[in-house]
């Protein structure tokens, strides 16, 4: 792949899951009901989801984030013996309904502000999308809202970055990803756009293809990031 020349971002497009919204919210509806297994079945089912849809694009099979999540959980259910009724049911809806970290509708005003478009790019169905950023309070902030659903495979597989740039009409280096998940972040490197990793969880760097624009703790970063690449440009 051709060298991308970065500028100025003219566009933020967010990872949803993760860097957007708390996955661990869901878990936390259980919590009082699961104990110590709790924390297990959350990072299980995280992984679990992840590792199918990999595996599934591997297999070159449509990409449908709601069954790879029911499938994840109905797995994290089993191996750990959890099975007090309604829990399933319950962490489904909740999934749905998932809480924004407590940075981001500030930080998504502030950018904004700045004159950039925003947008997000998730493995998510469009209805999980859309019903999760607006129960959120989020979806009116975004121009576009892109699904993989739109082109069959899950990230990181390139065509997903791709069709990005296409509902927005920006070549690659005119684009800031923010995601995080690592993978994810060097996914959209490795592709061509301008990407910063959320270290969220303080995570030791990943060996990937594509090389990180920066790594920031939280959405708030993002801020600041800008003002120092803005100041030396």
């Known amino acids: 792949m051709p060298e991308t020349r970065h ?14 919204l708390d996955v661990s919210g869901a878990v936390r509806q259980v919590r009082a009901r699961l104990g110590e297994r709790a924390e297990r079945l959350d990072e299980l089912w995280r992984r679990k989801q992840l590792e199918y849809s990999w595996l599934i694009s591997l297999m070159q099979r449509p990409a449908d984030f709601d069954a790879v999540t029911r499938a994840a959980l109905d797995h994290a259910l089993a191996a750990l013996g959890i099975r007090e009724p ?4 319950t962490l489904l809806a909740a999934y749905l309904d998932l809480p924004p970290f407590a940075e981001v509708p500030g930080v998504l005003e502030a950018l904004r502000e700045r004159g950039l478009r925003l947008a997000v790019l998730s493995n998510g169905t469009r ?23 739109e082109v069959g495979v899950f990230k990181p597989a390139p065509e997903v970055y791709a069709r990005a740039c296409a509902r927005l009409g920006l070549g690659r280096g005119a684009i800031l990803f923010l995601s995080a998940n690592a993978w994810d972040a060097h996914g ?6 301008q990407s910063l990793w959320i270290n969220r969880r303080g995570l030791v760097p990943e060996r990937l293809p594509g090389e990180l624009a920066g790594e920031v703790r939280d959405l708030a970063g993002v ?3 800008l003002e120092r690449t803005s100041a030396g440009a």
């Open 7 to 20: 500028s100025a971002p003219i566009a933020c497009v967010f990872d949803v899951y993760g860097t957007l």
């Open 188 to 193: 959209a490197a490795s592709f061509g756009l």
């Open 127 to 149: 209805r999980m999308l859309e019903r999760a950023l607006d129960r959120a309070g989020l979806l009116d902030r975004f121009e576009a809202v892109v699904s993989v659903e």
């Open 223 to 225: 801020l600041a990031w």
């Open 86 to 89: 309604d829990v399933r049911e």
